[in-house]
């Protein structure tokens, strides 16, 4: 597609529950990359992956996050047991490598929110 | 450690009034530097970037910023502001998976 494509925009779940979110990069982008942004702040980064393999993810706050990329396009990443605290805004990203000095290009993200 | 600091939680400037927004980083090599604009309810749109060359560059929407090394800043700057400019900006430095990003400057602007 022309741009990075992330669904849903927006999702309200309950405590406890399971929560995916899908994204779709730009075609032809080998990396991507998933970062969440809290009110007030800048995004932090979560994990990426080049092509199917997540290079790093270091950023993973806990093992109840988890993401995959079956395919080397879209990704999914997926939350466990949610808490209040997941509440943020979760953006995805892509470019066309992961090395310094290549732009990334984000998604509209997807609002979360844990009640 | 590399690090984007941007001094100013928030600014209000008058439309037509000239921008500048700061940023300094913390970087051990040569720096790729990018400026990204996030509208209420949206993603992050890149404005521009600095990779090397000539230090001022121009991006969308009016915006430049000056790229320098002795001051570890790349300030970003509008010489007349417009009401739709009013959003949060984010200096950001690295670029591809070593991309940090500084905790945003919000944009007021008064009629």
């Known amino acids: 597609g022309a741009g990075v494509s992330q669904t849903p925009s927006n999702k309200v779940t309950e405590k406890g529950k399971y929560v995916e979110l899908r994204c779709d990069p730009i075609?032809?982008?080998?990396?991507l990359y998933w970062y969440r942004q809290s009110l007030g702040q800048g995004p932090e980064f979560l994990i990426y992956?080049?092509?199917?393999?997540?290079?790093?993810d270091s950023g993973l706050p806990n093992d109840r996050f988890f993401a995959v990329r079956p395919e080397g396009s879209v990704s999914t990443l997926k939350i466990q047991r949610t808490e209040r605290g997941d509440s943020a805004v979760y953006l995805c990203?892509?470019?066309?490598?992961?090395?310094?000095?290549?732009?990334?290009?984000f998604g509209e993200g997807s609002w979360l929110t844990v009640v | 450690a590399q690090s984007v600091t941007q001094p100013d939680i928030h600014i209000t400037v008058s439309e037509g009034a000239s921008l500048e927004l700061r940023c300094n980083y913390s970087y051990g090599a040569t720096p790729y530097l990018f400026w990204y604009v996030q509208s209420p309810g949206q993603g992050l749109q890149l404005l521009l970037k600095?990779?090397?060359?000539?230090?001022l560059v121009q991006g969308i929407k009016g915006f430049e910023a000056e790229f320098k090394r002795s001051q570890s800043s790349f300030n970003l700057r509008k010489p007349s502001v417009h009401w739709s400019d009013a959003a949060e900006y984010f200096c950001a430095v690295g670029g591809g998976f070593k991309t940090i990003f500084g905790a945003g400057t919000r944009l007021f602007v008064k009629a």
């Open positions: 075609s032809g982008h080998t990396a």
């Open positions: 600095y990779f090397s060359g000539d230090t």
């Open positions: 992956f080049q092509g199917t393999g997540a290079a790093d």
């Open positions: 990203a892509s470019s066309t490598g992961p090395s310094s000095g290549n732009t990334i290009y």
